[in-house]
């Protein structure tokens, strides 16, 4: 009899506050055995600090996974490789995993590479949809991203051409703002739109900052930028 | 003494899966005596029987609303006012109000347009994120829609300039595709996406079909439609 192997799920945990969680991503959290989480180089799990808050982790195996911010593709694929090593053999053990993400897995997620490596090797996986940081922050600033037919723009703060990005019509949100305030508000300036941008640091963490206009300074990694086309 | 006024809620149900409402939504949910929701000509209430499905709404009151999909403003808004005026009652009772949104209520929804009145007439307004359709529709694809520092651009399928948003450098996601697939269509062999994209129609409610190449044809309005940079 062949062994059942275990499912790689995929699970996002909103941006910050643990009642984000969808009801599916519980439910999955429950029923997986094994729980990895990405781990920064101070040691901080922060998905699984909010995981924790809506679902009882206690007595599954819970495996932190060093990724690197290295630009470098071969240390970055080396580091993902390094990753799925470690879960494998949980996965040919039959125990379903589960790696958890900020946001929303579809959106800058690590679980993207590591889920293409899965299925090279042979495993099914899985992807539980959740909030996106950018729609808690609306909500935490009480503001609509788009009306009628306006569309919306996400763009990383460290991305190409944030002039020429910025300067698209319709509603432009910057992510992982924290670290690049400088370009950003010139870029900001330059396409005369600084009044219209509002900022969300840390949403739904007991350090959330919420900025109802932009001031020069340092700021989180996780910080938000909303730039719309007209203050309302 | 003053009467407690109520709370006027957005809450977000997500695009179908009645498991992808968040743990806050079904907590609200809960506590509010009260729940309006956006009804179709033919009756339709999609978001109250998601909702229905997670919540227990019995003995609650229920107001369905109509909204006019009218391309006049002045008809809107008296369709707003009008919703408004069935609502402020409660909420001028004391009673906590809940409009249900599909999806994420900070994109496309009615609840933008009843929050601004609602604040105008002296109501707490609350919004309370969710999950996106194109956050689900990924989910249901098993494909990451951004990596590294792609941008990510939002586009309602009946907005202007789409063979020049399409041209735009990052994914696209085309909101309800539903009515436009002919020019869709065309804009994509414009641009030369035709084989990048990939589309699911009603995500996860039972009425769900997933077209992982485009065909021409008509699809249900809640057809969302992703163009990626490369096929993987």
Chains 1, 2 share one sequence.
Do not use: W
């Not at 996986?125 to 940081?133: D, I, K, N």
């Not at 009480?142 to 037919?149: A, Q």
């Not at 005369?192 to 700021?219: F, I, K, Y």
């Amino acid at each position: 009899m062949e062994l059942k192997q275990g499912i790689f799920y995929g699970v996002s945990v909103g941006p910050g506050d643990p009642e984000l969680l969808t009801l599916q991503a519980v439910r999955v959290l429950d029923g997986c055995a094994v729980i990895a989480v990405p781990q920064t180089k101070s040691g901080e799990t922060l998905a699984l600090d909010i995981a924790r808050q809506a679902v009882d982790l206690t007595g599954k195996t819970i495996l932190p996974l060093a990724f690197t911010m290295a630009r470098d593709e071969a240390t970055r694929d080396a580091a993902h490789r390094a990753a799925l090593a470690v879960l494998a053999p949980y996965l040919a053990a039959g125990q379903d995993v589960a790696l958890l993400n900020l946001g929303d897995v579809s959106l800058y997620s690590t679980y993207g590479y590591l889920m293409a490596l899965a299925q090279e090797a042979g495993y099914e996986t899985v992807m539980l949809p959740g909030v996106p940081s950018f729609c808690a922050v609306a909500a935490r600033l009480g503001i609509p991203l788009t009306r009628g037919n306006q569309p919306l723009h996400i763009l990383p703060a460290g991305g190409d051409d944030l002039t020429a990005q910025l300067s698209l019509s319709g509603t432009k949100v910057l992510m992982k703002a924290g670290g690049h305030m400088e370009t950003l508000l010139a870029a900001l300036e330059e396409t005369g739109q600084r009044a219209q941008a509002s900022m969300v640091e840390n949403c739904g963490l007991p350090s959330e900052v919420v900025s109802h206009r932009l001031t020069a300074g340092d700021t989180g990694y996780f910080a938000t930028i909303v730039v719309r086309e007209e203050r309302t």
